[in-house]
């Protein structure tokens, strides 16, 4: 059997992506990973079944939590530590798992892996070499504790330009040819960035720094704050070329079929980031002497 070193969570709020997210995955991954999917949407029994048939844990929320604490909670379950936790996971979730009959917590697939990656689910794998390029890029920077594949569609505003950038077409980011055709213009370029539509993440590095702060919500902000306590403490995210994943953009966070909010939502504090940075948000700030400065912000977990 081949090691499980990666978990992959996908926190979602809709149905009609998530179905082809998880079977790209399993065609164009290497089988070393198991899927948790926190299911924040209305109940629907057609759909449950069809994503437990593609997902090792299927935790079904009564609330929607957002994507930073639905994320929280698919690596807690996957770190297998905090048992209080993970109890009330159990009392507040229906809790899922794809094994035999009186399959019990952590005694199929699900353990601690080397990786924890959250994942949205409006992205499409496209290409058999994705995973392979994440692992390089970890190999090539040994400092680099977040590793996110680049899309071959990017949103415009990251050019100075309205809607978006194609790289590549969906239909041409099917053929291979032409995703290797993109690895080798880009040369090995790494951009310095976390995006979190899908973030492989050292867990060791999660250990370190902590999860997402879960006062954002329903989803953006949570990953500058990460990236934040990355650079703070010397390390790196970034986003590789050498690793290719379609993303759709700006889905996610959508609510066509989701739950009812578990907290209001936080804009004021998502408007705001020196709360939670109180000397100004710059992952780049120096002291005097040139240092990156160390903060060490509040990370908050919220109740279930």
Known sequence: MTDIINTFVFPIVRC???????????????????????????????FEEQLRALCDVHVKTRVNYGFAQGTNIGWRLAQNRDEDYIDEVFRKCHVWYHGPPGTTYGSVRLHPTEYLTTCNDDVVFVWGGWWDGIIASFEKYDTAVCVNPMSPREPGWGYGQEGFIEHLTFKESIYPKNIERLVAEKNGQMIDGLTCWCSVFKTSAIDELGMFDERWWPGGGEDYDMMGRVYAAGYRALATSLSWVYHIWGQSKDEPDGLSQAQPPAREYWNKLNVAWPDGFDVWAKDKDGNLLKRTPEVVRMSL
């Open 16 to 46: 009609d992506y998530i179905l082809d997210a998880l079977k790209s995955l399993h065609y164009f991954t290497p089988p070393n990973y198991q899927t948790i999917v926190v299911d924040q949407t209305q109940p629907d029994a057609e």
